[in-house]
Every structure is written in C-alpha cells, then in structure tokens.
C-alpha cells in the first residue's frame, strides 16, 4: 500500500468516527425534542426495540415501555412545558457499538416560572444496526444519586 493510500484509509476512518459521533449527538438529541412534543413513536424509536431505559424512578423494558411513559398522564401533562437538554456528551464509537456518556437536564414551567426539574447523570450503549444507530440501554441517576459516581466512574474508562 501507498504513503498516499494509506493516509487515505486513514482520513476515511476518521471521516466514519466523525460521522459515527455526529449521528450518535442527532439521535439522543431527537430523542429530547421528541418526548418535549408528547411524540411517543418517535421518542421510542431511538431505542432497540428490546433495548431497557433504566431510570433512578423506573425500569423500562422494550420500546413500548418507553412509549407508555411518554403517554401516560404524568408525562403527557408536562408537554409543551418542558424541555429536555442532553449533553454535553463524550461519544465513543468502537465499531458497531458505541458508548455515550454525559448529563441531561429536564426544564419545567409552571405558574410560577421556569425552574430545574431534573439534572441526571446518563450512559447510553448504542449498536449499529442495518446501517443505523439505536439505544441498546440508557442507564440514568438523578444528581446525588448513590449510583450517580458510579455511571460516570466506569463510563469513562470507555471513552
């Protein structure tokens, strides 16, 4: 193989790591936007459809578990108040798989005003599947959750 080949073979990796990365960033973030509308298919459809969405207040096992949470009254009562921020993230895609790591925020308005809901610590483990990224588990603490250090401190020997 060539100098020049191989600085290719090399520049095409990193253009696929960057690829990899951006569309990791897109899907966790359509995810936010969707739950914010109340849009269930679309806030499951970032996730396998075996994949579990572990949250400090509930397990969700499959898809349809995490579009009955974004049905039920409690959530479907928040719409159009809320927003949903994740990140900032650190992406690592190794291959078919990936691991995300970083924080997600919850805003909520009321009568009284906009305030903090919920700031939480995440790991997403994603797989490349048919050529598209999906949440395979999403595991989520509550800042000072007991757990919380915990997600952090093993996630990021990963990435």
């Known amino acids: 193989m060539s100098d020049l080949e191989s600085r290719v073979e090399r520049l095409e990796q990193r253009v ?13 973030n359509r995810y936010g936007l969707a739950v914010d509308t ?30 009955d949470m974004v049905r039920s009254e409690h959530h479907q009562k928040m719409v159009g108040h809320c927003a949903h921020q994740m ?14 790591l970083g924080y997600s925020r919850v805003y909520l308005r009321d009568d009284g005003g906009i305030e ?3 700031v939480s610590f995440n790991r997403w483990d994603l797989e490349r599947r048919q ?23 093993a996630g990021l020997a990963e990435v």
Do not use: C, Q
């Open 87 to 100: 990140g900032p993230l650190i992406v690592r895609p190794n291959g078919d798989r990936a691991v995300a």
């Open 116 to 118: 903090v809901y919920r």
């Open 131 to 153: 050529g598209a990224w999906t949440i395979v588990h999403r595991r989520t603490r509550l800042l000072g959750h007991d757990e919380g250090k915990e997600i952090f401190a």
């Open 38 to 67: 109340g849009d269930a298919a679309r806030s499951g459809a970032v996730f396998a459809r075996e994949a579990v969405y572990d949250v400090d207040v509930r397990l969700m096992e499959g898809r349809a578990a995490v579009e």
């Open 16 to 28: 696929r790591t960057l690829e990899d990365e951006l569309a990791i960033h897109r899907l966790i």
